[in-house]
Structures are given as C-alpha cells and as structure tokens.
C-alpha cells in the first residue's frame, strides 16, 4: 500500500469509529450565536487548529473545504455562507462521506438556519479537485496537508491555488515540528496518517507557500501541539510538534519577495514626528506599525531609531505593508 492509501484506510476506520481526541485540538471549537454542534461531529473533530476566521468570510463567500471529516468546520463555514451550495466538501474516503452527510444532517436538526443543502459533498481528492480553475473564494484544510510528502504537498497547493480566484485565501491549520522529524518516524505511514510524523518545520511550510506563488501570508496561530517523547518515539530528544493556522492570498509576490506577517511591528523613537523609508513605509513617532518580517529586517537596517518588536504569531490586518 501507499502512505496515501494508508492514509485512506485509517479515515475509513476513524469514520466507523470515531477517535474522540485524536487530533487532540487545543483550542474549543468556534462558538457561535445559534450554532449548534452535534455530538458525532464533535467527536469527530480531526483538526489541530481552526481554519474558521470569521473576519475572512464577509459577503458569503464559496468555500472549497479539503478533507471534509465529521463535517464540523464544513458546517461552521456554512453558517456564514448560508446558501445552497456555498460549501463545497471534498473527500476520496467513502465511510467519511457517509459520517459527514449524516452528522449534517443532524446539524440540520439542531439548527433552524441550516439546510443540508448548504454544504455539498463531492468525491474527489486533494491532487484532483473537482472545481473549475479561479472558482473558489476560500479554500481550507485543517490537519491534512501536513500528511503529504514535500512532492505531494507542492502538488496539493499547486491544485488548490489553481481553483482559487484571483484575491482567493487559502486557510490552512497543519501541525509544524520544531526541529526536522527523522526518517524512521516519517516513514511511519500510520503516524504519518495520524498527523504526527509528516509535518515540515515552520521555514519548510511557509516556503511551500512561497513557492507555489502565495503573495502574502498571515500567521493566525501558533501554539504547542503534541510532544513526540524521546523513549516513545526512539529520539535523542523530545520533539516538539506546534500547530500553526494561516491564511494565504492569492496575491502577485512582490519583486522583493512574499510577505510574511507574523505580529511583529516597527516602533520609530527618534526626534522627528515621523519616520520615512521612501518605499511606501511611514511610521509614526511611538506608535507600533504591524510590519511583514521582510519590511522588519528592512526597518531594523536602516536605523536604530527603529525597534522591532517580536512575533506574536498573530496578524489579522492593519499595517503599512
Ligand atoms: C485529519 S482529518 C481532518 C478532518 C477535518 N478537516 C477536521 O478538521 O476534522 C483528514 C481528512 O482528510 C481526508 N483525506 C485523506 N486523504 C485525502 C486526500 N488525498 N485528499 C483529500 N482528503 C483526504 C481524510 O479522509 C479525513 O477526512
């Protein structure tokens, strides 16, 4: 078998039997006014983060949703869509489709807004999306990219930046690891399954993006995951698994490269009212401007006028790039 038809095999079994925990979420899911999540699919929440940002899903957007599991974040998407159709849900495992329709269809039960209709499930898979090209607004996977191969992963975004539109986001929440994870567990094909033994460092998966031509990138999240322990897992040291949520745009890549918003933001503490670089960036005496961590190492150059303040690990907006 191939790590993807593993892959497959271990969704078909989680689906018949959901594994409370699996993914073991750090943060509770979204609640939302008059929003009901069903018990099955909360059970069957196989994600590592969010990949709901209410602040990116005005004007009921389409949204392309990767990997539908238990159908949760499927049906949080819709409550902002709230439209036939708006949220179409792919996923090649049969046994899943089969939970996501029923849990739907509970959620319709416990939801005065919702119609199943809203939410329409397709077959299909990752490398292969069912849309046309530039068709989506939004497009999100939670917890299943990480599982790819690097080939397989730039194939994957290579696809998903196909069907979204021009000014599209791409929002992702994938376990990261903080040091490279060693052969012998990246083999593993059902850690792999698991969402343990895949995961790129933060540099790896934010160049992936880069790559694969993401103009702009926002760090949502990030936050300790799961510890891959030394004597569990037969590593010298403990290693760290993080989740991290992004959203990427669609958006041409500057000549000077991609950028990068991890929270960080310039501060001007000279003797004059403002601080001018000439390209574009004004930074007002006191006052924090959100920068990219490109305009930053930039800023920090020029003076030592200029304080940098660290990442956050958290951008939503805002900012003088
Ligand atoms: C870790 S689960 C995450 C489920 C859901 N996103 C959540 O947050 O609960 C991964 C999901 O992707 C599906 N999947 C597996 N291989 C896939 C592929 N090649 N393309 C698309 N989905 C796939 C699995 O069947 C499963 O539903």
Redesign the pocket.
């Known amino acids: 078998m191939t790590y993807?038809e593993t892959?497959?095999q271990f969704?078909s079994e989680v689906a018949q039997t959901p594994q409370v925990g699996l993914?073991c979420v750090q943060s509770s899911s979204l609640q939302l006014p008059e929003l009901n999540i069903p018990l099955q699919m909360q059970q069957?929440?196989?994600?590592c983060g969010t990949t709901v940002h209410p602040t990116e899903l005005a004007h009921a957007p389409t949204v392309l949703y990767?990997?539908?599991?238990?159908g949760?974040?499927a049906l949080q998407f819709a409550y902002f869509s709230r439209r036939q159709g708006a949220v179409i849900a792919?996923?090649?495992?049969t046994a899943?489709r089969e939970a996501a329709t029923r849990n739907l269809k509970l959620a319709a039960q416990e939801n005065a807004w919702f119609d199943p209709s809203f939410v329409e499930i397709r077959e299909g898979?990752?490398?292969s999306l069912p849309v046309a090209d530039a068709s989506v607004d939004v497009l999100a996977q939670?917890?299943?990219f990480n599982i790819f191969t690097p080939q397989d992963l730039h194939l994957a975004l290579k696809e998903a930046f196909r069907v979204l539109k021009p000014q599209g986001r791409l929002l992702m929440s994938d376990p990261i690891a903080t040091r490279s994870i060693p052969q012998h567990l990246q083999q593993d094909e059902r850690l792999r399954a698991m969402?343990l033994s895949g995961a790129l460092t933060y540099e790896q998966y934010i160049k992936h993006l880069v790559n694969t031509g993401f103009g702009q990138i926002e760090i949502r999240a990030r936050r300790p995951y799961r510890l891959l322990d030394s004597q569990s897992y037969r590593l010298k040291e403990h290693l760290l698994l993080e989740s991290l949520d992004t959203v990427s745009y669609k958006v041409p890549i500057p000549e000077d490269g991609a950028c990068v918003f991890t929270g960080k933001t310039a501060i001007y503490a000279g003797t004059k009212p403002f601080f001018d670089d000439g390209a574009g960036h004004l930074l007002q005496r006191g006052i924090p401007a959100a920068v990219c961590d490109k305009t930053a190492i930039k800023l920090a150059s020029f003076s030592e006028e200029i304080t940098i303040t660290n990442s956050t690990w958290y951008y939503d907006g805002g900012g003088c790039c």
């Not at 069957?44 to 994600?47: P, R, T």
């Open positions: 993807l892959t497959a969704y993914c069957m929440n196989y994600g990767v990997g539908v599991g238990g949760l974040e792919v996923e090649p495992v899943m898979d990752a490398f939670n917890c299943l969402c």
